[in-house]
């Protein structure tokens, strides 16, 4: 009686839920795949490394030219001063024939054969033995005494302008009585002349005083320019925009 008394109590039992043991972890609900997103980051991943090898790469194939400083040009005829140049890195290119600036002595040998304006980088077609003469453009030669050029010394460039001076003006001053002077003593020749060459550092021109140099002018004032420099009666001075 007693056994079928407890089985009759556990049949009347309501089935309860069976309840997780205590620490155990409900199970986490399965995670949405973005494949697209994945995709993406990879292909960052791997345009950042190309970007990098490029990078590299490049900076290893870089050379060292010389370009003209900004501001400043370098005539026809012209050698090139080391104050009108300076370095800068560029690709390095085969089909270019780029001026490195450790060629920059050899350069000062050459002569530009044209204008070569400011923020250009040289390159060896630009240059030569003899630069051709600009057209319409003649070379004369002036031997300068002391007194005939301004103090400080003149360079590669230089725009000055060629007056014809007799030796007679203070003569002629000292002579006259009415106070007048001659006006046809000191004439202009050249109003713009660009010095071609200065020969300004030998002994010959610091123990005398004397300076040779060549100037480009037009053919049409070379046969008065070249007449008073034969006499030894022609003066230069600098004028604006040097």
């Known amino acids: 009686m007693k056994i079928q008394e407890r089985t009759g109590a556990g049949n009347n039992r309501s089935a309860a839920p069976a309840q997780p043991a205590m620490g155990e972890r409900l199970p986490a609900p399965p995670r949405e795949r973005k494949p697209a997103l994945a995709a993406l980051a990879v292909l960052l991943i791997l345009l950042g490394a190309l970007g990098a090898t490029m990078l590299v790469l490049q900076a290893g194939d870089r050379v060292e030219v010389i370009q003209v400083k900004r501001g400043v040009t ?7 001063p080391k104050s009108k ?3 800068v890195l560029v690709n390095a290119d085969s089909d270019v024939n780029y001026v490195k600036w450790s060629d920059f002595t050899t350069l000062q040998k050459l002569k530009a054969k044209s204008t070569i304006y400011g923020g250009s980088v040289l390159v060896g077609e630009m ?4 630069a051709s003469l600009p057209a319409g453009k003649a070379s004369v030669g002036l031997a300068l005494k002391e007194g ?16 014809r001076v007799d030796d007679t003006s203070a003569g002629s001053n ?3 009585s009415s106070g007048s002077t001659s006006t046809d003593t000191d004439t202009l020749l050249v109003d713009n002349a660009r010095v071609d060459t200065v020969n300004s550092g030998d002994d010959a021109t610091v123990s005398t005083g004397n300076l040779a140099i060549t100037v480009l002018v037009d053919q049409d004032d070379v046969p008065a320019l070249a007449q008073a420099a034969a006499a030894g009666k022609v003066a230069v001075v600098l004028v604006p925009g040097n």
């Open 74 to 80: 370098i005539q026809a005829g012209e050698s090139v």
């Open 85 to 87: 140049v300076t370095s």
């Open 127 to 130: 240059f030569g033995e003899a």
């Open 148 to 163: 005939q050029y301004p103090a400080n010394v003149l360079k590669t460039g230089d725009t000055v302008a060629a007056y």
């Open 174 to 176: 000292n002579n006259s």
